[in-house]
């Protein structure tokens, strides 16, 4: 979900879109990005350890990856 996020930088995207590329749930990706409930905890969600910024708009919530996402990624896949 990052590696495909840091794929479209500097563009945005939204959960059902990085659902549909990535092949996995929306609830999925939703816990992942933002936490929900015992299963994703909030404090290891991708927004909240500052790899994934999330902006609204229009009643719209796009997500894009961070600069620090880029480098744990590389680190990650070094």
Do not use: W
């Not at 290891?44 to 620090?68: C, G, I, P, W």
């Amino acid at each position: 979900m990052l590696g495909y996020l840091i794929s479209i930088y500097p563009s945005t995207s939204y959960a059902s879109e990085i659902a549909r590329k990535t092949r996995l749930r929306v609830t999925d990706v939703c816990g992942a990005l933002n936490g929900l409930s015992d299963r994703f905890k909030k404090e290891n969600s991708l927004v909240d350890l500052n790899l994934v910024e999330k902006t609204e708009k229009d009643n719209y919530v796009f997500y894009r990856a961070t600069e620090q996402g880029h480098k744990t990624l590389s680190i990650i896949r070094e």
